[in-house]
């Protein structure tokens, strides 16, 4: 699947796809669902690895997070190995991201991520 960051015309054959990715969550359904082991699997690549870090699985959002070409995947990958504490990592993916390395406690970058990419109304697929 061609990556689409939300900021192409998909056109007309990608009307569903666009749809596909848009969560309709809050930040606070999102929350919610990390009560609900089923939830993940309805969740676009990028907000799944953020769910899986909030449930304390850091490798399975890695390998979401690095599947995924876009400004935004690079994001949540320089959270987790910033998480990790892994700074030159972290601040070669702020890089591609076009971000400043972020000196936020951690989970106030978590919830600054999930809230632009339940924003975004378009995560990037894989």
């Known amino acids: 699947m061609p990556e689409f960051t939300g900021r192409e015309d998909?056109?007309?054959?990608?009307a569903g796809v666009i749809a596909a990715y848009n969560t309709g969550m809050t930040f606070e359904e999102?929350?919610?669902?990390?009560?609900?082991?089923?939830?993940?699997a309805n969740l676009p690549p990028l907000l799944a690895a953020m769910w899986w870090?909030?449930?304390?699985?850091?490798n399975?959002?890695?390998e979401l997070a690095q599947d995924v070409g876009s400004a935004d995947g690079a994001w949540v990958h320089a959270y987790l190995?910033?998480?990790e504490g892994d700074?030159?990592?972290?601040s070669y993916w702020y890089g591609q991201a076009g971000k400043p390395d972020s000196r936020l406690p951690?989970?106030?970058e978590w919830e600054?991520?999930?809230?632009?990419?339940?924003?975004?109304?378009?995560?990037?697929?894989?």
């Not at 998909?10 to 990608?14: A, L, Y």
């Open 10 to 14: 998909p056109g007309p054959s990608s």
């Open 30 to 40: 999102f929350r919610i669902s990390l009560n609900d082991p089923a939830s993940a």
């Open 53 to 58: 870090d909030a449930l304390a699985d850091w």
């Open 60 to 62: 399975r959002a890695h």
């Open 81 to 83: 190995h910033r998480k």
């Open 87 to 90: 700074a030159g990592n972290a």
């Open 106 to 108: 951690l989970d106030a």
């Open 112 to 126: 600054e991520i999930v809230r632009a990419l339940l924003a975004s109304g378009a995560p990037s697929p894989k």
